[in-house]
């Protein structure tokens, strides 16, 4: 048995200014890891590519990875990119094989097309139309039909933060297996609703979605070979941006169809509870003070959230809105993770450790899709620390996963250890604290650039979470990104 094992993962904020070249997908490299390379830097990980990786190895398959391309969120993928990575995928499949197994993100949008995910499996029927393909997909998939007639078998996460792509690589995997080995015949239904929840409003600590998620683990355990929500990514403006629901049966396309439309169904009717209502800043500034005044001896910090600006939704992680609230209140015994500015890095490495240095820090990046100028702001600190900004993950999202921040500094500037990063890592994981150098559990306020996924790896320290809403294209206002091209009527864009 000879499989072909891909990843190609890239969730794409039309909004966003930040480019997406090949080496974007590279971490480090000048392309992204093809065969060995690949195997090494995924064997063993959290990852849905791991769980293939493992799934493979465990069958006594042979497989090769002609690519492992992952990248974080921004603007359209370059066409250049996505032709060197698909073709890399093609190219193997080509070559022959039993079946293909794909880590993919499903809401990729390129220069040329809105569905990247979807026109990729055309492009791998075109050569192989009988072969299986399994997929595992992120939450965050904009579903369009082209995945679902030209895929075996989807699977999606059921967790946000996503602490469980290994498990969902595993579902996908073994519905594939299972079809090879003539023990299953994997039948999928699809769908969509006109809804467009808030990515604020879509963890799965919290109601609606984690009632949606349990239903489909009830179904799995039921007997679907993967029952999966997808919450969708509403930071982009395409047709199908959006709320959808695959489930995959052995062989009951009845049932698929059933318990796909039970979870529509179920997704529609919480429509109103994905809805993101933010607290003015000015407010939430306030209530942070007020959250510290009473904070006991020894708990936690109280956790400031920038969630407009969070680069794993494709932020440019370098508006400083928040940070300037929080340096304008005198918030102080903070650190913030993270500003984006790799010219300030290099201007504090010319400084070196210790240096009092004057900068004009963050708002390098115009932001014309909502209408906003990057916003710099002079600030006069000292360098406290300077590295290379590399670690792995510990904790239970990614782990063991290699994070690349590039050259990293932190600059004290009022009493807040300001992180500045090199390459967009969004803060989920202690270890992003710990290679810089700070102990977030001991500070009074720690500032992330985050939505959700901090919770996979700090949410445990905090005291309290402030939602502060800042600027950036991760915006939670709607009107603001003024969606054109997304499907009419939505909700809430429509009253439906
Ligand atoms: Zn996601």
Known sequence: MKLVIAQMKHETNTFSPVPTPLARFARGNDTPPEGDAAVA????????????IALAEAAGASYTIPIAASAAPS???????????????????????????????????????DDGEGELLRRIRAVAPAIPIGVALDMHT???????????????????????????????????????????KPTMAWGRQPMLPHVMRQGTDDAPNRELQARCRE????????????????????????????VVTDNDAALARRWCDELLERAWSARAQFVYKPEPLAQSMQRARALAAD??????????????????????????????????????DAAAFAIYDPQAVQRMMAA????????????KFDMPSIHLKGEPRTVRGKVKLLCDGRHRNVGAMGRGELQTMGPSA?????????????????????????????????????????????????????HAVVECNGTGVCTSDYAALNHRRVRRPIYPLDSL
């Not at 830097?41 to 293939?52: D, L, N, P, V």
């Not at 996460?157 to 969902?168: A, F, I, L």
Request: net charge negative.
């Open 41 to 52: 830097a995924y064997r063993g990980t959290g990852s849905a590519i791991g769980a293939f």
């Open 352 to 363: 070196g450790v210790g240096a009092e240095v004057t900068l004009s820090l963050g708002g």
């Open 219 to 246: 179904m799995e355990a039921q007997g679907a070979l993967a029952a999966s929500v997808f919450v969708g990514f509403p930071n982009a403006d395409i047709e199908c941006a959006g709320l959808s629901a695959v």
């Open 295 to 332: 904070k006991p001896a020894g708990s936690g910090p109280i956790v400031l959230l920038d969630h407009s600006d969070n680069c794993a939704s494709g932020g440019t992680m370098d508006t400083m809105t928040v940070l300037g609230a929080m340096l304008d209140a005198g918030l102080n």
């Open 75 to 113: 603007g359209p993928v370059e066409d250049a990119a996505y032709e060197h990575i698909a073709g890399r995928i093609v190219e193997a499949v080509r070559g022959g094989c039993d079946a293909v197994l794909l880590d993919l993100h499903g809401a990729m949008v390129t220069r040329t097309f």
């Open 410 to 462: 932190v600059l004290e500037v009022q009493g807040i250890d300001v992180v500045v990063i090199s390459n967009h890592v969004e803060p989920h994981d202690l270890a992003a604290f710990t290679a810089v150098g700070i102990a977030p559990q001991h500070k009074t306020f720690v500032m992330l650039k985050s939505r959700v996924h901090w919770r996979a790896g700090l949410k445990s320290l905090a």
């Open 142 to 184: 904009n579903l369009y039909d082209a995945m679902g007639e030209h895929a075996s078998a989807i699977a999606g996460y059921h967790t946000y933060p996503h602490v469980d792509m290994h498990e969902t690589g595993l579902r996908a995997g073994r519905a594939v297996l299972a079809q090879l080995a003539g023990k299953a």
